[in-house]
């Protein structure tokens, strides 16, 4: 990993190229983000870079949290995330890190909390089928099924496809395409679609492209 940012997802809409293709990409408003503190290998084992996305009031930062940007001389940021980075030597405390970072073309990897869908049934939730509605189905149409198997061995196998909460899970999407930076505005053009709701913090790093 040589690059990382965060960033707001904004929305998606779509752009077109020179020949007036169309190409569907999601608005993510990356940084400005600034290096809040650095792990080194000699006094915390590994190398890493803590950045700081999204300005925080005083008022809504806890004592602990104020110690720290205060010790950093960092203004207090919403959001904070590691990142470890092949030369992490490049950056100090204080550095600003922004959309410019990457350039159009790079392959990136984008990761972000998916929506949350609520408690859901296994057919929303795994797809499965239903039973037919005609008559001796009784009032089970959309039931999960039979669970367990008989006095051997007398129990419910690991990996049972069974209702609960669906979505609100951390999801990485690989290999997507920067289709444009806008480095005036802080944004970034993601050519598909990139996980979680309007307004969520997504984490973009740079990837190999296969």
Same mark, same amino acid.
């Given at each position: 990993?040589?690059?990382?940012?965060?960033?707001?997802?904004?929305?998606? =809409?779509?752009?077109?190229?020179?020949?007036?293709?169309?190409? !569907?990409? =999601?608005?993510?408003?990356? /940084?400005?983000?600034? $290096?809040?503190?650095?792990?080194?290998?000699?006094?915390?084992?590994?190398? *890493?870079?803590?950045?700081?996305? /999204?300005?925080?009031?005083?008022?809504?930062?806890?004592? !602990?949290?104020?110690?720290?940007?205060?010790?950093?001389? $960092?203004? !207090?940021?919403?959001?904070?995330?590691?990142?470890?980075?092949?030369?992490?030597?490049?950056?100090?405390?204080?550095?600003?890190?922004?959309?410019?970072?990457? =350039?159009? /073309?790079?392959?990136?990897?984008?990761?972000?909390?998916?929506?949350?869908?609520?408690?859901?049934?296994?057919?929303?939730?795994?797809?499965?089928?239903?039973?037919?509605?005609?008559?001796?189905?009784?009032?089970?149409?959309?039931?999960? /099924?039979?669970?367990?198997?008989?006095?051997?061995?007398?129990?419910?196998?690991?990996?049972?496809?069974?209702?609960?909460?669906?979505?609100?899970?951390?999801?990485?999407?690989?290999?997507? =395409?920067?289709?444009?930076?806008?480095?005036?505005?802080?944004?970034? *053009?993601?050519?598909?679609?990139? !996980?979680?709701?309007?307004?969520?913090?997504?984490?973009?790093?740079?990837?190999?492209?296969?």
């Amino acid at each position: 990993m040589q690059k990382c940012i965060l960033g707001r997802k904004v929305g998606m =809409t779509q752009i077109f190229d020179e020949i007036g293709n169309v190409i !569907p990409v =999601t608005v993510i408003e990356a /940084g400005p983000c600034i $290096v809040v503190s650095k792990k080194t290998s000699e006094n915390d084992g590994y190398d *890493a870079v803590q950045l700081g996305f /999204g300005d925080l009031s005083d008022k809504h930062t806890n004592k !602990p949290m104020k110690g720290h940007f205060q010790k950093n001389d $960092v203004a !207090p940021k919403k959001y904070l995330r590691e990142f470890r980075l092949e030369d992490c030597g490049t950056l100090n405390v204080g550095d600003l890190i922004k959309a410019d970072t990457f =350039t159009a /073309g790079d392959a990136v990897d984008v990761c972000g909390t998916s929506k949350g869908k609520g408690y859901a049934g296994t057919i929303k939730r795994y797809g499965n089928h239903r039973l037919k509605e005609t008559h001796g189905s009784g009032p089970v149409h959309r039931h999960a /099924g039979s669970n367990g198997s008989t006095s051997s061995p007398s129990r419910v196998f690991k990996g049972k496809r069974l209702p609960g909460q669906m979505g609100a899970e951390r999801v990485t999407v690989q290999n997507l =395409t920067v289709a444009k930076i806008d480095a005036e505005n802080n944004l970034i *053009a993601l050519r598909g679609a990139v !996980p979680g709701p309007k307004g969520g913090l997504v984490l973009i790093t740079d990837s190999v492209k296969a």
